[in-house]
C-alpha cells in the first residue's frame, strides 16, 4: 500500500506508462490519517521522552546534591571509594528498580486498554454513518448490513505488543543506573571539601588568593566600611547592605545570579527542565494545528458519493426515475437540497438503427431488450460506467470539446470510431419503448464532438436525451441517479432532509411511502475523521496535563533546590532581610530558569519547524505562569524560616 505513484514511475520510465489501474479498497483515501497517526504517535514518543529526560536529569541531580555531604563524611573518614561508590548506587538503585517497576506494570496494564478502545472505537464506526435519520429523529439503519461498504476494522487483525512497556522499563531502568553511576563515581573521585563544598578547591584557592593580591593594597583600611562592605559581599550578611545600597531590584537579581552561578549544575538541570516542558509544548502545538488542518483537508477533499436505489438498496440501474425526484437535487423546490448536491449523475437510453427500414424498426422493436444498439443520454461520463478509465476506454474530444459537453442541452454525441461519419453529422432512427408494446419512433442528427474506441453505444448529453425521448413520445426519466456530496461538514443536513423524500435500503422493506432509498456512502470519510477526532482530542488532553505537570515539577523543583538552604535564609532574616526579599531573591531565581530554559525551548523548536507554524505563545505563557506558580509556593514554604529553630537545629 502506498507504492502505486513510484510503481508508475518505475514502469512510465521503461516504456509502459498509463497501462495500469490500481484498486486499493480505500486505502489511498485513509493513507493521509494513517500517516497522520504515524506522525502523532512519534510527537507523543518525543514528548514523553522529554519529560523523561528532564524528570530524570533533575531528579539525578538532587540527589548526587543531597548524597554529597554523605561521600565527604565518609571520605574524611578515610572510607574507600569502592564503599562509597557502593553507598551512592544503594538508594539510587531501590529508588529506579521501584520506578521502573510500577512504571512497566502501569504501561503494561494501560497498553491493552487503549489498544482495545481504539479498536472497539473504529470498529463502533463501521456503516452506521451511512443511514438516513427516520422523520422520528433517529438512525436506524436495518441490521442486515447490506450495501455496507466493508469497513477496514472488520478486516483489521489488532497486533498487540504490551511487552514494550517493559522493554521501556527495562530500558529507563538501564539509563538511569547508568547515568547515576557515571555521576557517583566523579563524586566519589573528589577529595571531602570539594564533595561538602560543591566547588573545586584548588580553584576557590586561587580565587581567594588573587581577591588577596587586589585587597593588599588596602591594608590598614580593613576596618574601613568599604573593606567590610567587600567581605560581607562573601557572605550572605550581604543581603542588606546590597538591598539598603542598590535597592531592592539590584539586590535581587545580584543576588539570584550569584546563586545561579554557584550552582552551575543544578540550575542547568532546572534549565533543561523547562527547556524539555516548552518543547514538548510547542510540539504538541505544532501536531494539534496539523491534525486540525488534516481534518479539514479530509472534509474538504473526500468526495462522498451518493446512490439512488430502489427500497432493498440491490438494484441501482432502470429504475425509471421519474423528473420530480430529479428536481429535489437539481432545484430549490424540495427544502433547499440542491445546496447538498453536486455533479449530479443521470442516465437514458434508448435503441438506434443506422439506414433503417420499417422492417429494420419491426424487428428492432421485437428484440428491444437484447438489441446493442443502445443511444445514452448521461449528464456526466461518471454516469456511463462503460466510459470508466479504468476500464481503459480514452475518449477524442474534436475541437472546442471535452467532458463538460454533456452537462449541456446541445444534439451533440460521442460514437465509437468506426461510426464516425465524415461530414461529423450522425443520422440515426431512434427507438424508445414507452409502455407495454407501445414504442416511440424518431429520426434524428446528431453531430458528433469525439470518438471512443471499441463498443457500439452513443453518448449523448442528458438533456439533449430527454429532448428526443420526449418528441418520440416517451417520458422523461432517468435510469440511474448519483451525485457527490456538495459540503462534507453536512452530511447529518443532507440525511435530516433527505429523508423527507427516501428512506433507507433494506432487504427486509415492507410497505412504505417512500418508492426510492438513499445511500450516501460516507464510512471512509467517518472512519477517518473519527481516528483525526481522536488524535485531536489525546493532544488536546496532554496540553492541561503538561499544564499540570509543570505546576508539580515547578513546585518539587522549587523545594527541593532551596530547601538545604534554610539556614542561609535564617542568617539573611538575622542580619535584618525581610520576608520578602528573601523570598522575591529566591523566587526570581527559580523564574530566571524557567523563563530561559522555555526561551531555550521555543527557540529550539522554531530551528527545528522554521517559521511556518509559530508556538503557540498562550499555552507558552500558561506553562510560565504555572511553573512560576509551584515555584513560588516552594520558595514561599522554605523561606518562612524560624530563625532561632533553624539555629537550635544547626546546634
Not at 458519493?305 to 423546490?333: R, W
Not at 535564617?570 to 523564574?591: C, D, P, Y
Request: net charge negative; glycine share 8%.
Amino acid at each position: 500500500n502506498g507504492s502505486a505513484e513510484a510503481f508508475e514511475a518505475e514502469m512510465a520510465a521503461k516504456g509502459l506508462g498509463g497501462l495500469f489501474y490500481y484498486f486499493d479498497q480505500g486505502y489511498s483515501n485513509i493513507a493521509g490519517t494513517l500517516d497522520s497517526m504515524a506522525e502523532n504517535a512519534a510527537m507523543l514518543m518525543l514528548v514523553s521522552g522529554l519529560a523523561w529526560a528532564a524528570v530524570c536529569a533533575l531528579f539525578l541531580t538532587l540527589y548526587l546534591a543531597r548524597i554529597r555531604k554523605e561521600l565527604s563524611v565518609m571520605a574524611s573518614l578515610g572510607a574507600p571509594r569502592r564503599r562509597m561508590f557502593a553507598h551512592a548506587m544503594a538508594a539510587a538503585l531501590i529508588i529506579a528498580l521501584l520506578a521502573s517497576l510500577a512504571g512497566g506494570a502501569a504501561g503494561y496494564a494501560a497498553y491493552g486498554k487503549a489498544a482495545d478502545s481504539a479498536y472497539a472505537s473504529a470498529y463502533a464506526q463501521r456503516g452506521d454513518s451511512a443511514g438516513l435519520p427516520s422523520q422520528d429523529g433517529q438512525t436506524p439503519l436495518e441490521g442486515d448490513g447490506h450495501n455496507s461498504p466493508v469497513n477496514l476494522a472488520d478486516e483489521f487483525t489488532m497486533q498487540k505488543a504490551p511487552e514494550a512497556a517493559l522493554y521501556a522499563a527495562l530500558i529507563q531502568f538501564a539509563a538511569l543506573i547508568a547515568a547515576a553511576a557515571v555521576a557517583a563515581a566523579c563524586l566519589c573521585g573528589k577529595k571531602p571539601m570539594e564533595l561538602l563544598r560543591g566547588v573545586n578547591v584548588k580553584g576557590r584557592a586561587r580565587r581567594v588568593s588573587r581577591a588577596q593580591t587586589r585587597a593588599a593594597p588596602s591594608a590598614g583600611r580593613a576596618d574601613t566600611p568599604r573593606a567590610q562592605s567587600g567581605r560581607s559581599l562573601a557572605t550572605p550578611s550581604a543581603a542588606p547592605q546590597a538591598a539598603g545600597t542598590g535597592g531592592p531590584i539590584l539586590f535581587v537579581l545580584a543576588y539570584a545570579v550569584k546563586r545561579m552561578r554557584r550552582s552551575a549544575l543544578s540550575c542547568l538541570a532546572l534549565l533543561f527542565v523547562s527547556l524539555a516542558f516548552a518543547l514538548s509544548l510547542c510540539e504538541l502545538g505544532y501536531s494539534l494545528a496539523g491534525r486540525n488542518d488534516a481534518l479539514s483537508a479530509l472534509y474538504r477533499d473526500m468526495e462522498v458519493d451518493c446512490v439512488i436505489s430502489d427500497l432493498t438498496g440491490t438494484k441501482t440501474d432502470g429504475l425509471e426515475i421519474s423528473t420530480s425526484y430529479i428536481e429535489v437535487f437539481a432545484t430549490d423546490m424540495y427544502n433547499n437540497l440542491d445546496e447538498h448536491a453536486r455533479d449530479l449523475r443521470l442516465k437514458r437510453t434508448a435503441r438506434y438503427l443506422l439506414d433503417a427500414s420499417e422492417d429494420d424498426v419491426e424487428l428492432l422493436k421485437g428484440d428491444y431488450r437484447q438489441s446493442p444498439n443502445l443511444i445514452m443520454g448521461i449528464s456526466r461520463v461518471e454516469a456511463a460506467p462503460a466510459l470508466s478509465p479504468e476500464l481503459g476506454v480514452e475518449i477524442s474530444y474534436d475541437e472546442g470539446y471535452d467532458e463538460t459537453l454533456f452537462q449541456g442541452d446541445e444534439m451533440v454525441c460521442v460514437v465509437p470510431e468506426d461510426m464516425a461519419p465524415e461530414n461529423g453529422k450522425l443520422k440515426i432512427t431512434m427507438v424508445d419503448h414507452i409502455m407495454n408494446e407501445e414504442y416511440g419512433v424518431l429520426e434524428a442528427e446528431l453531430t458528433v464532438a469525439g470518438t471512443y474506441k471499441g463498443g457500439k453505444t452513443i453518448y449523448c448529453p442528458w438533456e439533449a436525451m430527454r429532448e428526443l425521448v420526449t418528441r418520440a413520445g416517451g417520458a422523461a426519466y432517468t435510469e440511474s441517479m448519483g451525485f457527490i456530496a456538495a459540503d462534507n461538514n453536512r452530511l447529518d443536513e443532507l440525511k435530516q432532509k433527505a429523508s423527507k423524500y427516501f428512506t433507507n435500503p433494506s432487504l427486509t422493506a415492507g410497505e412504505t411511502k417512500y418508492s426510492y432509498a438513499l445511500t450516501v456512502n460516507d464510512e471512509t470519510l467517518e472512519e477517518a475523521a473519527a481516528a483525526a477526532r481522536r488524535e485531536i482530542r489525546l493532544l488536546e488532553l496532554m496540553i492541561p496535563i503538561l499544564l499540570g505537570l509543570s505546576t508539580g515539577i515547578g513546585f518539587a523543583a522549587g523545594y527541593l533546590f532551596i530547601r538545604n538552604r534554610k539556614p542561609e535564609f535564617a542568617v539573611m532574616r538575622s542580619m535584618g532581610t525581610g520576608h520578602l526579599a528573601i523570598f522575591a531573591a529566591a523566587f526570581t531565581e527559580q523564574l530566571l530558569l524557567g523563563v530561559m530554559g522555555a526561551a531555550a525551548g521555543t527557540g529550539l523548536y522554531i530551528l527545528i519547524r522554521g517559521t511556518g507554524v509559530m508556538p503557540d505563545y498562550v499555552s507558552l505563557a500558561v506553562y510560565l505562569g504555572c511553573y512560576a506558580l509551584g515555584s513560588g509556593l516552594a520558595v514561599a514554604r522554605v523561606v518562612s524560616v524560624n530563625v532561632m529553630s533553624v539555629m537550635r537545629l544547626n546546634e
